[in-house]
């Protein structure tokens, strides 16, 4: 029976994928993390102390996290011990906890490396907590998703965040040149499609190598492709973008700020990149509305308009033709002068509200629908504007005990230029008319 799984291969190796091949053997050979790896890196640093402390990996994926945490432990001399929180429990936790103990009875540390660790609830991340004081695991834990967001502040206090960040160009580059080596040939693409490639790998070591394995089983014997066949090939893989999660933020704010900034070519392309992420146009299209309101405001009153408008097209027309208004909305919103002036005067005018207490407004311009009302001068001495020499009476609206205030200043860009020259005009007739 022996001979017989023998002639048949059973007793070889599995296949193993390309990435699980050329993983690291050593933390000087992680691409892309010389800000941690690098002889004056964080990690390094922790690794030379000869303490590590429990630590929180955050980064995109393919970014090397769990290879530097197995390392890590070769390099400290812990048992490396990996779960997952998709699939872990409570009662798993528990005995991964003794078995720690039991290590640790005999003289042995334990590196409890836990991948997607904000898969884990509230209560199944504070069973940490205790472990972690006594020395029982140093805890690693890996997670796509901001800490911040998902971790408990329990947890994170007791743990140093290290940031891993998306593979670049150049370490995408290296990671392939090392797949060519352990192949034995080179990737069968022009230089066009091989900057396309890296491209499509969105910063992910582990999925250029998957890439490039689909490449070499696609390609036939002496062929080149170009970006198009590549394309073709290896179809496209999906933005990282979680529509939850940080992905969400950073984009919607980048939309936002550049927007501000005044710059319509950046703000189109991170609109571009949240629809291709299969964001809610919806939801976009009502942080235009908002962008409108409070970042150009009334240097622009059309720029309101505009983005509701392109509110109700994307409601009436759907996807892909209601996007293009959205599109529409961004550039006018991006290119309209820009004011905080409105926004800034009401959030003054509702400071001044809450602290001031319910004045009574003066009684010139309260009304007085019953005699009793009138008898104690309430309207009595009001001067209706529409008649008075330039549609202006100049009266002092305030509450007596406050005085007047000024809380709306507008800026000289766009229309609030004008409406600076009529304030100015009004001030300048209140003064004359004693108001």
């Not at 208004?325 to 006018?332: D, E, G, K, M, P």
């Amino acid at each position: 029976m022996s001979d017989l799984f023998a002639h048949a291969g059973f007793e070889k190796s599995a296949p193993r994928p390309l990435a699980d091949r050329l993983r690291p053997q050593a933390l000087s050979e992680v691409a892309g993390q010389d800000h941690l790896l690098a002889p004056d890196g964080a990690l390094m640093r922790l690794v030379r102390a000869g303490s590590l402390g429990s630590l929180v990996f955050w980064g995109p994926p393919g970014t090397g996290k769990t290879t530097v945490a197995r390392l890590l432990a070769h390099e400290t001399d812990l048992a490396f011990v990996q779960i997952s929180a998709i699939f872990s429990g409570v009662a798993e936790l528990k005995k991964t906890f003794e078995e720690a103990r039991s290590r640790r009875s005999m003289g042995k540390g334990t590196l409890l490396f836990v991948d997607e660790i904000h898969r884990f609830n509230r209560a199944q991340q504070d069973s940490f907590l205790p472990v972690m004081e006594d020395g029982t695991i140093t805890l690693i834990g890996a997670t796509t998703e901001n800490p911040s967001f998902e971790l408990n502040a329990a947890l994170l206090s007791r743990a140093r965040v290290m940031t891993f960040r998306a593979l670049d160009d150049e370490a995408i580059g290296k990671l392939l040149a090392r797949a060519e080596d352990a192949e034995g040939k080179k990737l069968p693409l022009d230089d066009d499609a091989r900057a396309a490639l890296v491209a499509m790998a969105d910063g992910d070591g582990r999925a250029a190598l998957t890439l490039a394995e689909e490449i070499w089983r696609a390609a036939r014997e002496g062929e080149i492709f170009d970006r198009a066949k590549l394309a073709e090939i290896v179809q496209r893989r999906a933005p990282i973008y979680d529509k939850a999660q940080e992905g969400h933020y950073n984009l919607i704010s980048a939309l936002h700020k550049t927007v501000r900034g005044s710059d319509p070519d950046a703000a189109l392309y991170y609109l571009a990149r949240m629809f291709d992420g299969g964001e809610d146009p919806l939801f976009i299209a009502r942080r235009v509305v908002r962008m409108a309101i409070e970042d150009i405001g009334l240097a622009d009153p059309q720029a309101l308009v505009v983005a509701n408008a392109a509110k109700d097209a994307y409601d009436f027309l759907g996807s892909p033709e209601g996007e293009l208004a959205i599109a529409q909305a961004v550039i006018y919103c991006a290119t309209a002068p820009k004011s905080n002036a409105a926004h800034s005067a009401f959030k003054r005018a509702q400071a001044l509200a809450k602290t001031q207490g319910s004045l009574t407004p003066p009684k010139v311009i309260l009304n007085a629908p019953t005699k009793m009302m009138r008898e104690e001068g309430y309207g009595e001495g009001y001067a209706y504007d529409h008649d008075e020499p330039d549609a202006f009476s100049g009266q002092d609206y305030w509450p007596e005990k406050l005085g007047r205030q000024t809380l709306y200043e507008p800026v000289e860009r766009g229309f609030e230029r004008e409406i600076g020259k009529r304030l100015e005009y009004w001030a300048k007739l209140r003064k004359e008319r004693g108001g």
